[in-house]
């Protein structure tokens, strides 16, 4: 019988948010309590990916919350989908919906989130009029931290966007680094998916292949929605570049991994955190997912001893192993658990402005160790993860953590 929990994440985001909100008053109506946002796309292609996110995130809660909440405090947590049948993955639209329902509820006083950045562009200026903080996972795009655009994602002036990975201003050039040093590429194709995550990751990537002396064959943009690649796939193929590097998510990914398998199938292959992925794995499959290289946008910790019994927690209480951005979504809820716990320590109000800055002054030890902050939003940590997808038969197609293989820390960028 599915919890009560799981019924609700299943419901169109505003039911969620009503009966979240229901249940909290006619429940713990006598209780203390406050609530925390969560905001991935629970439609589309990317959902089996947001669940595995969300999941990191609930499970961070539901511990606290065993142990009696947090300062006297209840956890309650407003699930809200930001994907849309109509989008057919993440939409930024219904993300802004979903940033002004968050904003308008006092009781929320921070959110995990958004998986996507084309999301947190949508949100970050409406979270910044509410002066609500959010921790995002997984989304990359280093525009919506960089002060450069503080007046269009954050015209309040103080950092409300914060991470628990790092962004493409690494991940890309730290990847083409790998390629120009470890694989001794020489020639590139590169593609995007035309969003913002992608488009970001892709040219960020293509920049720093060029000053490694990489011959950079062009750079196409696939269409997410578009069934058939073969042209742009075929004019690589005839360009015969070495290797080829995709910036995006699964919607477009899955076509390309199908595709270039029939078209390229010895050209080396390559992709961001898109590409680590259980939707790819699942929708893609092998053997046309094997030799795929991607990275990640943080340590990767699976194999640490200390981390083995969180993963086997989360797998008992799920169903299914993590991704890399369970624990990045685990480690986004314990700075806000820890926020929460000195703002009531202190004696002030637990809102979402005295969070906020709780969270700015974070010093929490993780999953990934201790995570603190800079000026604006962006972790401190920036190691990026190097993966290749190599075919387990041992563990289910889309276990991302048995079928991508770790390589190492990419080089990093001075």
Known sequence: MPTRRSVLVQLPAAAVAGSLALRSRSVFAADKSVTVGIDVPLTGSDAENAILIKNGAVMAVDEANAKGGVAGYKIEVMILDDGTATAGQYDPAQAATNARKMVSD???????????????KAMAPILSQGNLAIITPSSTNPDITDPKFAGQFRPMGKAIYFRTVTTDAFQGPDMANFFAQTLKVKTVYVLDDSGAYGVGMANAFEDQAKKNGMTVLGHDQLDPKGADYSNILTKIKAAEPEAFYYGGTSLAGIKLVKQSYDIVPKIIKAGGDGVYSAALLKGASFPAMDGWYATIASPYIAANPDVKPWIERYTANYGQGPTAYSFTAYDAMLVILDSIQRVADSGKPVNHDTVRDAIQAANV???????????NGDITNRVVSVFQCQHNSQYADDNVLQQFKY?????QTS
Request: aromatic share 4%.
């Open 365 to 375: 030890k993780t999953l990934q160790g201790v995570v603190s902050f800079d000026e």
């Open 407 to 411: 390589l190492g820390v990419a080089p």
């Open 106 to 120: 006092p009781s929320v006083v921070a959110a995990v989130g958004p998986e996507m950045s084309g999301c947190g």
